[in-house]
């Protein structure tokens, strides 16, 4: 299961490296059982209950309110250094209900399986994905922007450290810049400072194609929020 604030390669729970007993990809029922059990036995220790299902994308949870961050917004924490703590934020989950101080958030949000077929490739995911348990993709705050992570999305481990990250960049953005991420994953820098600074124009670049779809779905939700008229291409 994820630390919190960070799910790893994505999602939540992928299980990565399956390909080897499946093949080229979707693997043949047999082959998979032993991973399946395995998975079954993740969801039913760490899941939110009910039974192992696969939700489909027009089922997954709306992306959740985040106010528009200032760079010098001080996180509300009884932690002695407030400057790493991430601004207060509840992420939705795999159940049907938020989670609240009573009943703490499931440790897995959903499983994916990545297929690998090439065992002398030195590339840890493969081209091959299996929807598992859970929604397709979750959501995660960063810097005031509710950002979609899917399976094959980076995000930084040190969720304390980026909100730093990403209050300091802000700082350094005067408002009507131009703007051009490189390597920009699925656009975390990008969008925040969209967020917090009003942008002359964004640019976001990526090679990888798993960054696509999570990156529209964050732009989509964040020019709901942004105040006027803005014209923004994914």
């Known amino acids: 299961p994820p630390p919190p604030h960070s799910p790893p390669s994505g999602a939540a729970a992928a299980a990565a490296g399956a390909g080897a007993a499946a093949g080229a ?9 032993p991973v399946m059990r395995l998975c079954e036995l993740l969801w039913d220790l760490g899941g939110p ?10 089922t997954d949870e709306e992306p959740p309110s985040c106010r ?6 001080e996180a509300q924490s009884h932690h002695s ?7 207060p934020f ?4 795999a159940s049907t209900s938020r989670p609240s101080p009573l009943r703490p958030a499931p440790l897995i949000h959903s499983i994916w399986l990545n297929f690998q077929p ?10 091959h994905w299996r929807h598992v348990a859970g929604p397709a993709a979750a959501w995660q705050e960063f810097g005031g922007v509710a950002a979609c992570v899917g399976p094959g999305s980076f995000v930084q481990a040190n969720y304390g450290a980026m909100q730093l990250v990403l209050r300091e960049i802000a700082d350094m953005v005067p408002e009507g810049s ?19 600074r009003r942008l002359a124009a964004l640019r976001c670049v990526e090679v990888n194609p798993a960054a696509a779809a999570p990156f529209r779905a964050s732009l989509a939700a964040l020019q709901q929020r942004l105040p006027g008229p803005r014209e923004q291409r994914a």
């Not at 990809?25 to 082959?31: C, E, I, L, W, Y």
């Not at 250094?81 to 601004?87: A, E």
Request: neutral net charge.
């Open 68 to 73: 528009l961050a200032t760079p010098h917004a």
């Open 81 to 87: 250094d407030k400057r790493l703590q991430p601004p």
């Open 49 to 58: 209950g009910g039974a192992m299902k696969a939700r489909d994308a027009d």
């Open 178 to 196: 131009r703007v051009t991420e490189l390597h920009a994953g699925i656009g975390v820098i990008g969008l925040s400072l969209a967020a917090r």
């Open 118 to 127: 090439d065992p002398t490739s030195n590339a840890v995911l493969g081209p």
């Open 25 to 33: 990809g979707a693997g043949a029922a047999a082959d998979m059982s």
């Open 90 to 93: 509840t992420a939705t989950t």
